[in-house]
């Protein structure tokens, strides 16, 4: 358990890293759900190419598709995108709150060693 | 991999800011994320060598980490491992990071670069459905933030 959960935020990392794929669940999260053809249309690149970006993002549970007759809708799995904001949050607040009190406290170390340098 | 990147520019030289990060009076000072108390800081301050912090918030909660030095350049870099723990037993299974700090002289002082890694995954997992909305693009924001390298920069 401990271990999927490890391979799923690094997974969800690693799937936004790309532009494209960024764009993909961007319109998603906005649209609830959208057919593959739609999903391709904005972008310069051929439906293989969009194709091959689901997959990705589908192999990291970021997406979920499903198939009525000859239409693929995509939809967005809402759960690792939290698990990775949480992560972030977490530790982006606590180092971001520590690093204000470092700098007040070096910076008033500084000027103490100033004033005996002098 | 999954981080968190931190870049601040100090106004104070790098071994005032290296003493900041590897002495206890130094740790005690600063460590937190409010103005409650630090309560504790071991420091072995060698490769191999382990340290623990514990620090009570303002709400009355207190927290200890713990983890191992595992690469130390004296006014540069720090390297180490953590992981929450209570009464000195790891909080919950299989949550540790790895912290880099990395100090660079610059011209006002020193510029400190923290790179905050999970090598595994905390062991609680929220999943709610309901009330999710928007995270995806506060998440892609910060992403992009950190992709550029400037994470959380402040002047």
């Known amino acids: 358990m401990v271990n999927y959960r490890h391979g799923q935020l690094?997974?969800?990392?690693?799937?936004?890293?790309?532009?494209?794929r960024r764009a993909i669940l961007a319109r998603l999260e906005r649209e609830q759900s959208a057919t593959v053809s739609d999903l391709a249309?904005?972008?310069?690149?051929?439906?293989?190419?969009?194709?091959?970006h689901l997959d990705v993002?589908?192999?990291?549970?970021?997406?979920?598709?499903?198939?009525?007759?000859?239409?693929?809708?995509?939809?967005?799995?809402?759960?690792?995108?939290?698990?990775?904001?949480?992560?972030?949050?977490?530790?982006?607040r606590f180092w971001s709150k520590s690093f204000d009190r470092l700098a007040t406290y070096v910076e008033r170390k500084e000027a103490e060693a100033r004033r005996r340098e002098r | 991999?999954?981080?968190?990147?931190?870049?601040?520019?100090?106004?104070?030289?790098p071994?005032?800011?290296?003493?900041a990060l590897t002495t206890s009076e130094g740790i005690t000072s600063w460590w937190g994320p409010d103005a409650g108390p630090a309560l504790l800081a071991e420091l072995d301050v060698r490769v191999g060598g382990r340290y623990r912090v514990r620090f009570r918030m303002l709400d009355g909660s207190e927290h200890e980490s713990a983890g191992e030095y595992l690469e130390i350049v004296p006014n540069k870099r720090l390297v180490m491992t953590s992981q929450w723990t209570v009464g000195g037993e790891p909080e919950e299974a299989g949550n540790i990071s790895?912290?880099?700090?990395?100090?660079?002289?610059?011209?006002?002082?020193?510029?400190?670069?923290?790179?905050?890694?999970?090598?595994?995954?905390?062991?609680?997992?929220?999943?709610?459905?309901?009330?999710?909305?928007?995270a995806l693009d506060k998440l892609m924001h910060r992403f992009s933030l950190a992709s550029a390298g400037d994470h959380g920069e402040r002047g």
């Open chain 1, 10 to 20: 690094d997974r969800t990392f690693a799937a936004l890293v790309d532009p494209t």
């Open chain 1, 41 to 52: 249309k904005p972008f310069a690149i051929k439906l293989p190419a969009v194709m091959k």
């Open chain 1, 57 to 92: 993002l589908d192999e990291a549970r970021l997406i979920v598709r499903s198939k009525q007759g000859r239409t693929v809708t995509v939809r967005l799995r809402p759960e690792p995108i939290k698990q990775a904001m949480d992560w972030l949050s977490r530790y982006e």
């Open chain 2, 1 to 13: 991999m999954t981080s968190l990147t931190l870049v601040r520019r100090i106004k104070a030289r």
């Open chain 2, 15 to 19: 071994s005032i800011v290296f003493e």
């Open chain 2, 98 to 134: 790895r912290l880099e700090f990395h100090l660079e002289p610059i011209d006002i002082g020193t510029k400190l670069t923290l790179t905050h890694a999970q090598l595994k995954t905390e062991a609680s997992c929220v999943s709610h459905e309901r009330g999710w909305t928007g």
